[in-house]
């Protein structure tokens, strides 16, 4: 389950670079680079801490991502889509 996590926060962290670097029409006006930044450097320690194998307790894993995407973003926005599974596969773990 691991290794799908992993993955899942992989395709994350693509998918934030392909929307700081190309812009993200969609989300024009709701979020900003700089925040998108801040979701890729979360997700990026995240995989730190899967290779460290060092998880804090489930009660703390919630990174507030995900909270955000639902209540800010457009629904069914495909970005927002992968940033809530990675989340919630790294909760679930």
């Known amino acids: 389950m691991q290794e799908a996590t ?3 926060i992989r395709l994350a962290i693509s998918a934030l ?3 700081i670097v190309e812009g993200n029409e969609a989300l024009r006006g709701i ?3 700089e925040r998108l930044l801040e ?3 979360v997700f990026n320690e995240v995989l730190s801490l899967l290779s460290q194998n060092t998880l804090p307790p489930k009660s703390h894993r919630h990174l507030g991502i995900a909270h955000i995407v ?3 973003w457009p629904i ?3 970005l927002g889509e992968i940033l809530i599974d990675a989340e919630q ?3 679930e773990l």
């Open 6 to 8: 992993i993955k899942k």
């Open 17 to 19: 670079e392909v929307s």
């Open 31 to 33: 979020i900003s680079a």
């Open 39 to 41: 979701f890729k450097s």
């Open 70 to 72: 639902v209540d800010q």
């Open 76 to 78: 069914n926005l495909e």
């Open 89 to 91: 596969s790294y909760v």
